[in-house]
């Protein structure tokens, strides 16, 4: 299949739009898109995410805009209205898992049924659905989705008169999926473009968030989110597109989120301009932080409200905001709207101030700028000047990618850490196309909280220790210097490595896509020299016997997050006996349990299960190695 970033002709891309509609049966309700040209004219500028972004701009102001999705069209119109009262700017429409899966048989079960969705339904709610939505609020409405295919979501959106939908060939086709090819991602998202460039061949200007393949909410490395969301903006551009967003996630450190925001803006421009896009509207968003929230909403209305600073301090367009429900559940739309408030507030008393710049400001801006001008420059070239084919091209040889995702597409040899302040730097940079000098400022970085820490010599300990204080909602130096610290104090743990070179598989079982701990721990157990082989995330149990057969392991590590362990191994122990493989030895460990459950149950409960050794939450790669050194023995 070709690629290329060259518009696609009308007529392909209308035969394949006949395709597209026969997706569910909803599609028929959009074949007439003069209908949906009219219907846009209709509902005029308020209405219109890019009309609202450019008024914005004009007036140097901050939008806000949030996620909230409700199964009904009823319930989605109720908690619009509530958070457009609290003064949201886009009010957005967040999809369910089914729908992104492309599963509407089983959304149509659950409507005649009352069984629960988590989110809003679109394709099987339709176009008149959509047109509902609107007719009833007064702002314009944005689509949020995350599938891989949204083609169908995008037709009745736009067909119903939403006028905004997210999505990227990085963010979605290598942060959420195992095994959908890279193409596969690229070819929808220009379909998607393309409808968006028919709409503005005929006056109607759709937006289009570029969200950057940033990978886990706890690990958004500048340079990472600003090179793909830039590419994928250039694609959209290829197609018609013609107002963009391109998007940051909020780090842990201020300096290093504004220089990025500012280098963000600057990159946009220059390669939209560079690629001849000059009339694209490009505009920038902050996410707000997405990793761990406080459970407290008093604690978690700051990680808000700083948000909210950080996006005005860096000049963002747009901030995405979250919920103090975030860390509990799914938000109310009371809570919802607590957030909104407090943002517009924050917002109302900075106005247009602007973080001054400073020695320290300037510094970030040069690192940052250096490795996301060197990502995309490698992207660009090794595609002729095409994004389009330096994407494909540039994910097969690792010149970029998002650290700690499950895609098997991705080269995944880079590994971020914080510093000293907690601004991300790079422990490992891959294939990653840096000049010499960029690695060596992100090592000096490195080496500063190294002696902070006070001489800490097991670099991968670092990235732990980071993982932990983001998901317990710790600040970062008093967590890994303590935890640092005492574990020094226990045991001289920098000196243990292996001491037999027997083949080790390991993989997270199941439909879970949790990639981190996983990429840790073979950076640590091959780092103290075992012979891993890592399947990586959604690994069944075949999966992991063939790998064994294949290696001739002698130990199965299994990793699970989801809480759903023990179904996902059930008679895993058997199958291996009765592969011939009887011998091998069983670990697992990660989140075993959903809820609290009494350690000394799980654990018997997985030894019934046939594993010989269980890892408890938050184990420590030594402990691991300590065990396998003294397991291994017994092979020889």
């Not at 026969?22 to 995410?49: C, P, Y």
């Not at 340079?223 to 197609?239: D, E, F, K, Y």
């Not at 402990?623 to 017994?634: C, H, Q, R, Y």
Request: charged share 25%; aromatic share 6%; glycine share 10%.
């Amino acid at each position: 299949m070709e690629v290329s970033n060259n518009k696609m002709p009308l007529d392909e891309f209308l035969a394949q739009r006949k395709d597209v509609l026969k997706m569910w049966k909803t599609g028929i309700e959009v074949e007439d898109l003069e209908q949906s040209f009219a219907l846009h004219r209709r509902l005029g500028e308020n209405k219109n995410v890019a009309a609202v972004l450019k008024k914005g701009r004009s007036e140097k102001r901050t939008l806000i805009s949030l996620r909230c999705g409700k199964p009904t069209v009823e319930e989605q119109i109720k908690d619009l209205i509530y958070i457009q009262e609290a003064g949201a700017d886009l009010l957005p429409v967040t999809l369910d898992s089914n729908t992104r899966n492309l599963h509407f048989d089983e959304n149509e079960e659950a409507l005649k049924t009352g069984k629960r969705i988590n989110g809003y339904p679109i394709v099987n709610h339709g176009v008149q659905g959509v047109k509902r939505i609107m007719q009833a609020v007064s702002r314009p409405v944005t689509i949020k989705h995350g599938s891989v295919d949204a083609r169908l979501v995008a037709e009745i959106g736009f067909g119903g008169g939403f006028s905004d939908i997210n999505g990227n060939v990085y963010s979605w086709g290598l942060t959420y999926n195992k095994s959908v090819s890279i193409l596969k991602v690229l070819k929808v998202q220009q379909y998607i473009a393309r409808l968006m460039g028919y709409y503005a061949e005929n006056g109607i200007i759709l937006a289009n968030e570029q969200g950057g393949g940033q990978g886990p909410g706890c690990f958004r490395v500048p340079c990472i989110s600003i090179s793909n969301t830039i590419l994928g903006a250039l694609i959209s551009a290829g197609q018609g597109a013609r107002c963009l967003q391109t998007a940051y996630g909020q780090g842990r450190n201020l300096v290093q989120d504004i220089a990025s925001m500012r280098v963000l803006r600057k990159l946009s421009d220059e390669y939209m301009s560079k690629l001849g896009y000059s009339d694209v509207d490009i505009y920038t968003i902050l996410h707000q932080w997405q990793g761990a929230f406080p459970e407290n909403p008093d604690e978690a209305m700051g990680v808000i409200c700083l948000g909210a600073a950080t996006a005005v301090l860096g000049g963002a367009d747009i901030s995405v905001i979250k919920s103090t429900q975030e860390g509990v559940g799914i938000p109310t739309m009371e809570s919802n709207a607590a957030g909104v408030r407090a943002t517009r507030e924050i917002i109302h008393i900075l106005g247009n101030q602007r973080m001054p710049d400073n020695s320290a400001l300037e510094e970030e801006m040069a690192i940052v700028e250096a490795e996301s001008r060197a990502i995309i420059e490698a992207v660009l070239d090794i595609g002729n000047g095409d994004p389009a084919l330096g994407t494909i091209k540039g994910i097969e040889a690792g010149i970029v990618e998002v650290p700690f995702t499950p895609s098997i597409y991705n080269y995944g040899k880079a590994i971020p850490v914080c510093d000293a302040n907690g601004a991300y730097r790079f422990l490992e940079c891959g294939n990653l196309p840096f000049p010499q000098w960029v690695k060596d400022y992100n090592k000096k970085k490195i080496d500063e909280r190294v002696a902070l820490e006070r001489g800490r010599r097991q670099p991968y300990e670092m990235v732990l220790d980071d993982v932990f204080c983001m998901i317990m909602d710790k600040p970062q130096n008093e967590y890994s210097v303590s935890i640092h610290i005492n574990s020094c104090q226990e045991e001289d743990e920098n000196d243990i490595k292996a001491l037999y070179d027997d083949n080790i598989v390991m993989g997270v079982i199941g439909s879970d896509s949790h990639a981190i701990g996983n990429r840790i721990l073979e950076y640590a157990l091959t780092s103290a020299g075992f012979h891993i082989t890592n399947l990586g995330s959604f690994v069944s149990q075949e999966d992991f016997i063939n790998a064994a057969l294949e290696t001739d392991a002698k130990v199965i590590l299994v990793s699970s997050l989801g809480g759903h362990a023990a179904v996902d191994c059930e008679g895993f122990k058997q199958k291996l006996i009765e592969a011939g493989l009887g011998h091998v030895l069983l670990y697992i460990g990660g989140n075993l349990a959903v809820g609290k459950t009494d350690w000394e149950i799980i654990e018997k409960q997985f030894k019934d299960l046939g594993f010989n050794r269980i890892a408890k939450p938050n184990t420590r790669p030594i402990v691991t190695i300590k065990w396998l050194n003294e397991d291994l023995a017994k092979f020889h």
